[in-house]
């Protein structure tokens, strides 16, 4: 055991060292050391992961004419292939369609919220290993983004912003089973919790009121927040897809599919504050 | 100047990026591909495991701080490091009774990176409770494996040569 000495030596101390840092972490509000390391990491990486956003997208959509070539064997084939890939040009220049689609409905979105929507793209997704279910945008400080912002597509909910830095930010998934989001069903303005399960397509809602009616195709919003930090009120989170427990139970659950596609999200936008300057009207 | 160190930290940082920007972006089911760990893996195959602990939880810490994430600062130190340094006490163990060969370094990559994911979820589980979900958990870890096999099989050979690349000179490469 003579030659593990010097390794069971290292590992110890780099696990003390590194148990040290999870404590302070956990403990850490606001200001800590963890958190200007991140920021500092952020800041560092964020123009580096515009770039490889941009070739990775570009290189999935090579990869996906390749694709489209093999199994030419005869002429029929070829002609299939080769009409596949003119489509498939097609898509591409639609890739730009899609986004300006995207931009139009968060356009609408911001309308309807009657607040400013900064548009932002996705430029890295965090690997769910970690536990953790969180993506970065191109957007930050100087674009006006700030923490606790909703961050939304053109359909519905996709999470609120957790880190800010200059030119990035960081934003936790409702999929993340540390978000929890107020929201209430339409219609009968029931409220209730929805949560994360880690599974892209499948939220949980807990109504509080174990009697209240909720049936399949139901549809949630948020309820918002103080001051619309972190979530605004009336943005659509998603649809009832199963209800579970009776009525009269402690509380009722059911499972509900965000409106907004998680798993393949790319252009969002950031809800940034714009406070009331008019007062109301007295009805 | 170290130019075998000075590979190490470049070859981390490369896996750094394409993790975040290119595995996690593929939307594959379940997990995404650990190139982070596979490279650390790479590394500690080749250098022992002193090396390979330490590159472990560098990298580790890389991984908690590389936005986005939201999970705890050191949780997958732990994990790298840990695997990091076995994996490379492992194959330095076998290269004294010769019996070190590519297979084995595949098959080491594979169980040590379903080992770091085992590992990693024991650390959220103590620390992070609320956001430990193990829908799917058994898949995940067979998923991490194939990947793992994937990576290694690329990998491992680019560490083994960008190695053999930034060896001494005048110092007798140690295998």
């Known amino acids: ?283 | 100047m170290n130019w075998r160190a000075v590979a190490i930290a470049a070859f981390i940082l490369v896996a750094a990026l394409l993790q975040v920007g290119v595995a996690t972006q593929l939307g594959l089911p379940l997990v995404a591909p650990d190139v982070m760990l596979v490279a650390v893996i790479a590394v500690a195959l080749r250098r022992g495991g002193t090396i390979g602990a330490i590159v472990g939880v560098a990298a580790g810490l890389l991984s908690d701080l590389l936005p986005p994430s939201a999970s705890l600062l050191g949780v997958s130190a732990i994990a790298f490091g840990v695997v990091g340094g076995v994996t490379g006490w492992l194959a330095s163990r076998d290269k004294k009774r010769n019996q070190f060969n590519y297979w084995r370094a595949v098959g080491f990559t594979v169980i040590a990176a379903i080992a770091a994911l085992l590992i990693n979820t024991g650390v959220v589980a103590v620390f992070d409770s609320e956001r430990l979900v193990t829908n799917n958990f058994v898949l995940s870890l067979l998923w991490q494996g194939a990947y793992a096999l994937v990576l290694a099989a690329v990998l491992v050979p680019i560490y083994a040569w960008i190695d053999r690349v930034t060896a001494p000179v005048n110092v007798v490469t140690r295998r």
Do not use: C, H
């Open chain 1, 1 to 283: 055991m003579r030659d593990t000495r010097g390794l069971r030596v290292v590992l110890s101390i780099l696990i003390v060292v590194t148990l040290t840092l999870i404590v302070l972490d956990l403990r850490g509000t606001g200001s800590g050391i963890t958190t200007s390391l991140r920021q500092v990491v952020a800041t560092a990486f964020s123009p580096v992961q515009v770039g490889v956003a941009g070739v990775t997208s570009s290189t999935r959509n090579w990869f996906e004419s390749i694709g489209e070539l093999q199994g030419a064997s005869t002429r029929a084939d070829a002609l299939q292939v080769e009409n596949d890939r003119l489509e498939s040009l097609v898509i591409v220049s639609g890739e730009d369609r899609r986004r300006a689609q995207e931009l139009d409905e968060l356009l609408l979105q911001s309308r309807y919220l009657e607040r400013q929507i900064v548009p932002a793209r996705v430029i890295a997704i965090g690997p769910t290993q970690r536990f953790s279910w969180s993506i970065s945008l191109d957007a930050g400080t100087r674009d006006g983004v700030s923490a606790d912002q909703s961050v939304v597509t053109g359909k519905g909910l996709v999470g609120r912003t957790i880190r800010v830095s200059p030119w990035s930010a960081e934003v936790l998934l409702l999929t993340d089973p540390t978000s929890s989001i107020g929201a209430r069903i339409t219609g009968s303005g029931e409220i209730g919790f929805v949560k994360g399960t880690g599974l892209s397509d499948e939220l949980e809602f807990d109504l509080l009121d174990p009697f209240a009616p909720m049936k399949v195709g139901d549809r949630v919003l948020t309820w918002g927040s103080d001051e619309g930090k972190p979530f605004l009120a009336g943005i659509p989170v998603g649809e009832v897809v199963r209800v579970s427990g009776t009525p009269g139970q402690l509380t009722r659950r059911a499972t509900v599919r965000p409106f907004a596609n998680l798993s393949s999200i790319d252009l969002v936008g950031v809800v940034i504050d714009t406070p009331r300057s008019t007062p109301r009207q007295p009805l």
